[in-house]
């Protein structure tokens, strides 16, 4: 049964183009959160939510819209694709001591 | 605010070798500390954590790591390792509010040869 999980895992898509990826925790978790993973590795946190409300918006273009429906899914909605928005994207969760618990990613790639 | 430095952006060693991935971090106040592995492809997997007690943590696959508060590292070892020990390794770091998320270092890719 997985812990969290993400879809796509992959998604092509053309330039301009508006896409979204899910995300589900099963593990109970209050907090979650999308990471972007760039083609050198680098991990860089986008967003945090607690308890479906936001408390971490990193300097993210508002092209990308973070939604909590409730505390266990976390989606992101991306509006007008660009090239340089490809990267495997992670949702994760937080468990109280701190460790995160990520999903399989979800790798985008704009054409 | 935390950082982490992981020294070595890549680590190549032969197989059944020992081998140390290399983390500094830098915080104010007191950490908690991880070593997350990447496999291709795949998303990222905790290997060990340090909280508080002992400083040496044991994680899965024979990985251990000690922490060294004085000189602010926590460097991740194994005795002996496997080709299917290849992967990404990342350094992490979070303060104990519980309100911060995790910060990575860059990662080191170990590549281990036969």
């Known amino acids: 049964d997985t812990a969290v999980s993400q879809t796509p895992k992959y998604l092509v898509t053309q330039m301009g183009n508006d896409k979204s990826i899910k995300c589900e925790q099963n593990l109970g978790h209050d907090t979650m959160y999308w990471y972007k993973q760039d083609s050198k590795k680098f991990l860089k946190i986008m967003f945090s939510?607690?308890?479906?409300?936001?408390?971490i918006n990193e300097t993210v273009p508002n092209r990308f819209s973070p939604k909590s429906p409730d505390k266990a899914h976390l989606n992101l909605h991306i509006n007008s694709l660009e090239l340089g928005d490809s990267a495997v994207y992670f949702c994760a969760s937080r468990y109280a001591t701190g460790e995160l618990f990520f999903g399989e990613g979800s790798r985008l790639t704009v054409l | 605010a935390q950082s982490v430095t992981q020294l070595d952006s890549q680590v190549p060693v032969f197989e059944e070798a020992p081998v140390e991935l290399r983390c500094n971090y830098s915080s104010s106040v007191s950490v908690y500390l991880f070593w997350y592995v990447q496999y291709p492809n795949q998303g990222l997997q905790l290997l060990l954590k340090y909280l508080s007690g002992s400083t040496l943590v044991k994680g899965i696959n024979g990985f251990e790591a000690e922490f060294n508060k004085s000189q602010t590292s926590f460097h991740l070892r194994k005795p002996s390792v496997h080709i299917s020990d290849t992967a990404e390794y990342f350094c992490?770091?979070?303060?104990?509010?519980?309100?911060?998320?995790?910060?990575f270092g860059k990662g080191t890719r170990l590549s281990v040869i036969a």
């Open positions: 992490a770091v979070s303060d104990h509010s519980g309100n911060t998320p995790l910060v």
């Open positions: 939510y607690n308890n479906k409300e936001l408390i």
